[in-house]
């Protein structure tokens, strides 16, 4: 059973830059995706980026190209792995849960509907 944890949200200033990281075990095959979603209020979860361990390539919804970057541990591929996003040049509005989620080694995985498991979430506030 894949296990996901998420940490390191909080508040923080508008322009201002954060880090999450994603704890992730349970992987019975080498490949696979992890992803970053968010969930603002009043709002659909929304795919951020997302890494394959097949091959390491990396996919970034359009809203987040340039100030996100999704950063893979060493230990991608393996059964343990953590996967961290940075964040930069913060506004409110990025304000929401963020979830890692794993799933498929695929294109797809920016598609909350094709990743089978999840975290709790970590709640990131943007304001002053």
């Known amino acids: 059973q894949v296990q996901l944890v998420e940490s390191g949200g909080g508040l923080v200033q508008p322009g201002g830059s954060l880090i999450l990281s994603c704890q992730a075990s349970?992987?019975?095959?080498?490949?696979?995706?992890i992803g970053w979603f968010r969930q603002a209020p009043g709002k659909e979860r929304e795919g951020l980026a997302c890494?394959?361990?097949?091959?390491?390539?990396?996919?970034?919804?359009?809203s987040v190209k340039g100030r996100f970057t999704i950063v893979p541990g060493n230990s991608l591929g393996y059964a343990r792995a953590t996967v961290a996003l940075r964040m930069t040049s913060l506004s409110p509005n990025d304000t929401a849960v963020y979830y890692c989620?794993?799933?498929?080694?695929?294109?797809?995985?920016?598609?909350?509907?094709?990743?089978?498991?999840w975290g709790k979430g970590t709640l990131v506030t943007v304001s002053s």
């Open positions: 349970g992987f019975s095959s080498r490949y696979y995706a």
């Open positions: 989620a794993g799933g498929p080694p695929y294109y797809t995985c920016l598609q909350d509907g094709v990743m089978k498991s």
């Open positions: 890494v394959s361990s097949s091959d390491g390539s990396t996919y970034y919804a359009d």
